[in-house]
């Protein structure tokens, strides 16, 4: 992995929907579970500050969906509050895996593939926006951006959830990650104390943050915060 003197490629998007169209089968194997104990954790953190705002349905976006196992699922399985949710994901063969995934549920979700930061959605329309492991793959002067623009879409107390990275990190570069000939992946981030202070200057208060570590060699920055 190159992470010293690299510069963020022009081409990013491109390159990154062509890798995980191309790794979807094998990271798929390794890290969709339906008992992620973190993800789950925290979607359940979420969900009683929903319901503790008296929310019965609530409409959520998820960022980075993958195949909707096991986020987007939970969130349409829950009851309490019973949500809408609008899931996106860059790679083209996600979204279809997700689509095939959670036809049971087509009537409450709507799957948009494409760039997250390019997404539009009217001011103050959404209770909630998820992100596990995606937001960490924009260049971090875009995941201010984004988090700015999230801060507009969120109705008033509507809630962010999401992980970042916990080390400070202008470019992180895999050529061939999960051992892929075509796993060529991008991550950045601020470090937690720069992400915690950039989420609280978008309009955000932290309610959680924690480092949690994930898989084997790697460790995370949750965060659940709400409109101020």
Same mark, same amino acid.
């Given at each position: 992995?190159?992470?010293?003197?690299? /510069?963020?490629?022009?081409?990013?998007?491109?390159?990154?929907?062509?890798?995980?169209?191309?790794?979807? +089968?094998?990271?798929?194997?390794?890290?969709?579970?339906?008992?992620?104990?973190?993800? =789950?954790?925290?979607?359940?953190?979420?969900?009683?500050?929903?319901? %503790?705002?008296?929310? /019965?349905?609530?409409?959520?976006?998820?960022?980075?969906?993958?195949?909707?196992?096991?986020? $987007?699922? $939970?969130?349409? %399985?829950?009851? !309490?509050?019973?949500?809408?949710?609008?899931?996106?994901?860059?790679?083209? +063969? /996600?979204?279809? *895996?997700? #689509?095939?995934?959670?036809?049971?549920?087509?009537?409450? *979700?709507?799957?948009?593939?494409?760039?997250? &930061?390019?997404?539009?959605? @009217?001011?103050?329309?959404?209770?909630?926006?998820?992100?596990?492991?995606?937001?960490?793959? =924009?260049?971090?002067?875009?995941? $201010?951006?984004?988090?700015?623009?999230?801060?507009?879409?969120? #109705?008033?107390?509507?809630? &962010?959830?999401?992980?970042? !990275?916990?080390? @400070?990190?202008?470019?992180?570069?895999?050529?061939?990650? &999960?051992? /892929?000939?075509?796993?060529?992946?991008?991550?950045?981030?601020?470090?937690? @104390?720069?992400? =915690?202070?950039?989420?609280?200057?978008?309009?955000?208060?932290?309610?959680?943050?924690?480092?949690?570590?994930?898989?084997?060699?790697?460790?995370?920055?949750?965060?659940?915060?709400?409109?101020?």
């Amino acid at each position: 992995m190159s992470s010293t003197n690299s /510069q963020v490629p022009e081409d990013l998007k491109a390159r990154m929907k062509e890798s995980y169209d191309a790794i979807a +089968t094998e990271y798929n194997s390794r890290f969709v579970r339906d008992d992620d104990a973190i993800r =789950l954790d925290y979607l359940e953190r979420l969900f009683q500050r929903l319901r %503790e705002n008296g929310k /019965q349905d609530a409409t959520v976006l998820e960022l980075g969906c993958g195949a909707g196992i096991p986020g $987007t699922r $939970t969130l349409l %399985e829950n009851k !309490s509050p019973s949500f809408s949710v609008t899931a996106n994901d860059l790679s083209t +063969t /996600q979204i279809d *895996l997700a #689509k095939k995934n959670l036809e049971a549920y087509s009537e409450r *979700l709507t799957l948009v593939q494409g760039d997250m &930061l390019q997404l539009s959605f @009217e001011d103050g329309s959404l209770d909630a926006v998820v992100g596990f492991y995606s937001i960490i793959h =924009l260049p971090r002067e875009e995941q $201010t951006v984004l988090l700015h623009k999230i801060a507009k879409w969120l #109705k008033p107390d509507g809630f &962010l959830l999401a992980n970042f !990275s916990k080390e @400070e990190l202008p470019v992180a570069i895999d050529e061939n990650w &999960l051992k /892929q000939e075509k796993g060529w992946v991008f991550w950045s981030g601020w470090g937690s @104390e720069k992400t =915690l202070k950039i989420v609280e200057d978008a309009g955000f208060e932290v309610l959680i943050k924690e480092v949690k570590q994930d898989v084997k060699d790697a460790a995370f920055l949750w965060i659940l915060a709400k409109v101020k």
